[in-house]
């Protein structure tokens, strides 16, 4: 028995610490309702708090290895707005989830995500936003440049006005370059809202559950790949395609190019305030149950709407 507790006792002591020599910068987990973050390199805890916000903020993050952030599943509450500008990552930040669906990050207190740093990579995340109350807190906000963004599910709020996630520039410095993959949105009177953006790529997004619009994009020389449309209250008040920015602004888009876009509801409403943009294969499905849906396209332009082409209706 002695010899079975002494070999044990040596064998344990020889199994190196788990976390210190990974490839993350800083490994966050969850025990019980307190939230750390362990230093990749030196397995020390760094950072605690029941509020996720607080611990993020306060990483401080290498510029070794990119500076990678890990978060392992679970249910974390965040009561601080987060910002990866607060990050110090000299190279690139990726902030990576265990599991799409498993890593779960529920903001409390109308807290959100602000991303306002280049060079980042957001993956394998679902970013909670349903309990906000404010409508003009966006649950996750990108304001970067070359910017990756994939496998991300943004929950937003079903209240008026509400916006589920936005990618932002300025007027006199566009968000561009950013890479954006399989996206799924749900909630918000709008579920997503471009605003001077340009050179970048949207694939695989899925726009579900919107109350009043699905996309108010307004930029330049973008893609755009397999765009699925499935609002929640399908009518007439609900346009699911606006091109162009605010209808009450002069803003126009040009030189976009559409590849696949798919249309749950019955009708269908797009806007367009510019008509340079291609409507590429195939240009506009319908997948719904009826036949014949209603198509409405409005055009607040003296140009004529010849760039845009419906087929492939059932």
């Given at each position: ?164 996630f936005m990618v932002e ?49 307004y930029g330049d020389n ?37 590849n696949e876009i798919a ?52």
């Amino acid at each position: 028995m002695v010899k079975i507790l002494l070999f044990l006792i040596l064998f344990v002591l020889s199994i190196p610490l788990v976390f210190a020599e990974s490839d993350y910068d800083y490994l966050i987990y969850k025990s019980g309702n307190t939230i750390y973050a362990q230093n990749g390199h030196t397995g020390v805890v760094d950072y605690q708090s029941t509020d996720l916000g607080y611990v993020l903020n306060h990483i401080n993050s290498p510029s070794n290895n990119d500076g990678l952030i890990y978060i392992k599943s679970g249910n974390y509450s965040q009561y601080t707005s987060f910002n990866l500008l607060n990050l110090t990552a000299t190279k690139k930040i990726t902030i990576q989830g265990e599991n799409l669906y498993s890593t779960r990050i529920t903001l409390l207190n109308n807290s959100n995500w602000i991303n306002s740093f280049s060079n980042t990579m957001l993956d394998r995340i679902t970013i909670d936003g349903s309990h906000i109350t404010n409508h003009n807190v966006i649950p996750l906000i990108m304001n970067s440049s070359y910017a990756n963004i994939g496998r991300i599910w943004v929950i937003g709020p079903s209240i008026s006005q509400s916006t589920s996630f936005m990618v932002e520039g300025r007027q006199a410095v566009y968000a561009n370059n950013n890479y954006f993959d399989n996206i799924i949105i749900s909630n918000g009177d709008n579920c997503f809202v471009g605003l001077y953006v340009t050179e970048s790529q949207f694939n695989n997004i899925t726009c579900q559950g919107y109350l009043q619009r699905g996309i108010l994009f307004y930029g330049d020389n973008n893609n755009f790949g397999k765009i699925d449309f499935s609002p929640l209250y399908p009518s007439s008040n609900v346009i699911d395609l606006s091109l162009g920015g605010l209808q009450t602004s002069n803003h126009t888009t040009y030189a976009n190019n559409f590849n696949e876009i798919a249309f749950t509801p019955n009708d269908i409403s797009i806007n367009i305030l510019d008509y340079s943009s291609q409507w590429n294969r195939p240009n506009v499905i319908n997948h719904g149950s009826i036949d014949s849906p209603t198509l409405n396209i409005v055009c607040n332009s003296n140009k004529t709407c010849s760039a845009l082409k419906i087929t492939n209706f059932p």
